[in-house]
Each structure stands twice: as C-alpha cells, then as structure tokens.
C-alpha cells in the first residue's frame, strides 16, 4: 500500500493513531494548534507549517519577501483560528546552495515584516542544505481560556459564518494576505464561539472538518457564499484552499447581538452561509433553486490535499 492509496487523511491517521499525552496537553492532534495547560487564566498554543517550493510557492513567479510572509502568516492564521494571541516562533531554513543571497534575504525580510505587524518575536531557527527552499516555522501563542476557540463545539441551530471572501488564492492570494487576527480576538474577547478554523484547504472541506468532531451536519447556501473578485468558477473557488479566512459557528442568541452590535463596524466584512444541522441530516450545498447537492469527502475532491 502506498501513501497515495490513504491519501493525506487516511495517512494522518495512521500516523497520530497511539500518540501518548499527558495531562498538560488540552488539545492535541486534530485542531489548528496544540493546546497546553499554562497558567490559572490562559492556555499555551503550539502550531507548525512547512513552505515547500513547487508545492506551495513557484520560485518563478512568488517575491521572496511574499515567501517569508507567507510562511509565518499561515501560522498566525492557526493562532487567530484557536481565538489566540502570537507570541514567539522559531524559523528552519533550507536553501539550494546556488541561490542567491539576496533572495534568502528577501524570505526573511518578509518574516520579519510581519513579525512586527503581529508582535511575534523571533526567537531562533535551523539552516539546512536543500534541492528546494523549504520554511518550517514553529509558532508558540497564548489565548485567555475564556477565549479558547476549538474544531469541535459546533452544535445543532448555531450558524456558520466566515470573514471576508472565498477563492482566488492561485492568483496571488495566497502569498498575500492578511492573517485575521485582529478580527478573531475582536470576536472571541466579545462573543461566544461554538467552532472555528482557518479556511487552508478549502471551504468545504474545512468546514467538513468542524463538523466530523462536532459530530453534526450542516447545510450551507451556494449564493451566500462571498466570492473574491479574482475566484474563477465556484466550485474551484471553494476547493482550492489557502483563503486563510475564519470559518466559526456561533449560537442564533449569539449571533443576534453580533449582528446588532458590531457586524458593521467591522473592517472585514463576516458572512452568514448555513447553519448546523443534526448530525442525521449531514453535509448539504443547497443551490439557488432550492435543490441540495450532498457533500462527501469519499466522493471526488473537495478541497486540497497532499496526497
């Protein structure tokens, strides 16, 4: 059997399947971020993510400073997705021996920049030889256990919503955004949070992965969904991945008073597009005429794996 026959879930199953913890770890595999016991009033995050050239950037057509960027954005995104606050983060280069200087510096500019847009400090890192740049960053964060956001409370009646818009990351998007932390601690330090996660692999998916450890359906509206001026055609739009937008659930009740209160104030506009259902009724795209397309993960892609 080979990795290609389990595909990228299958196999991250059999890997992480008898992993020991002990009881300083909240949350382990299976989330955004790790979730560690700290202290009396916040929990310790712990997220990694690897930039591979030819599997997340082209040399050819990405500006160093956008690798950098990038690479340390993906993370902060898991951070915000947990409901957190970055902290300290370590940075694994490796680099072609023929490649020049200039553009090594270039992917650390980019770090750097957002470094101090976000307030992480940077704290240490590895250099390695390699055929391909490889960035591994390593990112400790913190978050207030009142404000902990996890995949798995989404529950029957919440609504799912997302910030800003789906799709159009092969066209640039992905090497440039901004990680939505300042709206997820906005969000979390004002209102109750069933569920949330980072849109990396697409909507669909994503959202799938809230509800298998939520254990519950969903029916989501295909014309509610926000799609990016640059999205192609929706069904790539919403497969296609690395968004890095907040898709959450929160109660009706909940929901109500956010949009009352605060859902014009902000800067990034959040979106309305299903809600939860039991788990009996399962996944469902509902389209414009009323008619509903079941979604499963056994039948085609419906987001971006590895494998």
């Known amino acids: 059997m080979k990795i290609k026959d389990i595909g990228e879930i299958g196999l991250i199953k059999r890997l992480t399947d008898g992993i020991m913890t002990d009881r300083s770890v909240v949350k382990g595999v299976g989330d955004d971020a790790a979730v560690i016991k700290w202290t009396a009033g916040k929990y310790l995050l712990y997220t990694c993510d690897m930039l591979v050239e030819d599997v997340h950037f082209r040399r050819s057509s990405a500006k160093p400073f956008r690798i950098g960027w990038k690479s340390l954005g993906r ?18 280069i490796a680099l072609p021996p023929s490649l020049e200087v200039s553009f090594a510096g270039g992917i650390y500019r980019g770090i750097k920049a957002l470094a101090r847009k976000c307030g992480v ?8 030889r390699s055929e391909k740049i490889i960035v591994d960053v390593s990112l400790i964060g913190e978050v207030e256990k009142s404000c902990l956001v996890t995949r798995c409370g989404a529950r029957k009646g919440d609504l799912v919503l997302v910030t800003g818009s789906i799709g159009g990351s ?5 090497l440039d955004f901004s990680p939505r932390l ?7 330090k004002k209102y109750s949070l069933s569920s949330m996660i980072d849109v990396t ?10 509800l298998d450890q939520s254990r519950v359906g969903a029916r989501i509206y295909r014309n509610m969904i926000p799609l990016s001026p640059c999205a192609g055609q929706f069904d790539s739009a919403v497969r296609e991945g690395e968004d890095f937008e907040l898709l ?10 956010f949009f009352k209160r605060d859902l014009l104030k902000m800067k990034t506009p959040v979106t309305l597009i299903g809600e939860v259902m ?5 996944y469902r795209l ?3 005429d009323g008619t509903a397309e079941k979604v499963s993960m056994r039948s085609g892609r419906k987001g971006y794996l590895h494998f």
């Not at 970055?86 to 940075?91: D, F, I, K, L, M």
């Not at 400090?121 to 390695?128: A, L, R």
């Not at 092969?170 to 992905?174: A, E, T, V």
């Not at 300042?182 to 979390?188: I, T």
């Open 121 to 128: 400090n940077i704290v240490g890192g590895d250099v390695s």
């Open 286 to 288: 509902i389209r414009e």
């Open 170 to 174: 092969l066209k640039g998007k992905h």
């Open 75 to 92: 993370n902060i995104s898991d951070i915000a997705a947990m409901g957190g606050v970055p902290r300290y983060a370590v940075v694994s």
């Open 201 to 210: 692999d697409g909507l669909l998916i994503d959202l799938w992965r809230i």
């Open 248 to 257: 959450f659930t929160m109660s009706v009740k909940e929901a109500r008073r």
């Open 182 to 188: 300042d709206e997820s601690r906005a969000m979390v």
């Open 278 to 282: 039991d788990r009996s009724y399962g």
